[in-house]
Structure formats: C-alpha cells, structure tokens
C-alpha cells in the first residue's frame, strides 16, 4: 500500500530554515510527482508546490517562489521541502502528498498524504 | 491564479438530514475538481475527484455535481462520522497549480 512517512515536528527561530522529509514506499517513486500543502492553526489548506520524482521538475506557488525548494532523492525514494527565512506566519502543519501519474502530464488529486509535520516558528 | 470560494463558511445540520455545499471557481476548471474531508488532527482525505466520482471507500451518501465554475458536494444523510472540514481543489493546470478553497465547517445542529 502507498505510505508516505514524514520527518518529526521542528521548532525553529525566525529567519531560520527548516527541511522536512518525506518517505514514499508501496509503488514506482519515479512515476508520481509529489505537492507540499501547508495548514497554519485553525486555517485552511495551502499549496506550496509540486516536484516531479522523476526529472526533478518543480513548480512553485508564487507566493514562495524565492524561500522554498523541493528535492527528491530517488535512492531513498525521499522528497524533501526545505523553507528559508522563516516568520511567524510560517507555523504550520506541513504535509506531502503523492501527485499524478507523470505519464498522464496532468494535475491530479491527492488520494495519498504524509501524516503531517508541525513546525513552529518562535523566537 | 484561479481563486476557489466555499459556501457557506459554517453549515449546521441535523444527523439524518441532507447538507449541500457549494464551491465556485474564478474561472473554468472544466471539471477538475475535488472534495476532500478533513478532520481534526487527521490529514484530508480525498472524497471526491473529476466533480462527481467517488474516491476508493468513499460511501454512496457522498455525491458530487457541477462543471465549469459552480460545484456541489452533497451529503445524503448526514452520519455522526461526517462532521468535519471540507475542502474544494482545482487541479487544472499543468505544470501543477493547484488552489483550494477556504473550507467549510460541517457542524452538528
């Protein structure tokens, strides 16, 4: 069955960087592209941004366009998310999710999450 | 960017009873759209994709509708179990530029 393993909770001070890590196993890592999506307390969902597993291909939302970078390792079949400057604003829940087929060249819903990490910015 | 807006922000309703919530894009995702189902401490859970197709395990009481820019997601009768968060998501850009909407609170009444 897919699964998507996350890195545990972080605490960090403002205008810090943190990484977070997500493990696939139970299918093709290189097949899928893999989507961040962050939820601040009590507030919605928000998309970071999309890697292809298996070109390294991103796209991100503008509004991080400069502060973020995805990466894959195919080796371990690990995505990771790393986040720089950090504010207050950016305590969230962070999750992974498994993205579309690459072969279909289209977006896709995210039938497969990570269970979340919760980084906490706090000088 | 495509903005999507959920209605009503809250919905109270009785277990048994049916709820209708509403979704609308900016402008047309044909029907690339998904439900999700978030509760709390949980990550969300696909409910719906392509507007109207259930996802793997998803009960029949769970219907979706729409195209373009207007959306439902319709609950049949409401189990104690479907309380929770709802979140619409258009995925109709490639590369991927995925948006959702802000939720909405299903509430026991």
């Known amino acids: 069955q897919v699964q998507l393993v996350q890195s545990g909770a972080e605490v960090k001070k403002p205008g810090a960087s943190v990484k977070v890590s997500c493990k696939a196993s139970g299918y093709t890592f290189t097949s899928y592209g893999i989507s961040w999506v962050r939820q601040a307390p009590g507030q919605g969902l928000e998309w970071m941004g999309w890697?292809?597993?298996?070109?390294?291909?991103?796209n991100y939302a503008q509004k991080l366009q400069g502060r973020v970078t995805m990466t894959t390792d195919t080796s371990t079949s690990t995505a990771y998310m790393e986040l720089r400057s950090l504010r207050s604003d950016d305590t969230a829940v962070y999750y992974c999710a498994r993205d579309g087929d690459l072969i279909l060249v289209a977006a896709s819903p995210f039938q497969h999450w990570g269970q979340g990490t919760l980084v906490t910015v706090s000088s | 960017e495509i903005v999507m807006t959920q209605s009503p922000a809250t919905l109270s309703v009785s277990p048994g009873e049916r709820a209708t919530l509403s979704c609308r894009a900016s402008q047309s995702v044909s029907s690339n759209l998904a439900w999700y189902q978030q509760k709390p401490g949980q990550a969300p859970r696909l409910l719906i994709y392509g507007a109207s197709t259930r996802a793997t395990g998803i009960p029949a009481r769970f219907s979706g509708s729409g195209s373009g820019t207007e959306f439902t997601l319709t609950i049949s009768s409401l189990q104690s179990e479907d309380f929770a968060v709802y979140y619409c998501q258009q995925y109709n850009n490639w590369p991927p530029t995925y948006t959702f909407g802000q939720g909405t609170k299903l509430e026991i009444k």
């Open positions: 890697i292809s597993a298996y070109n390294g291909n991103t």
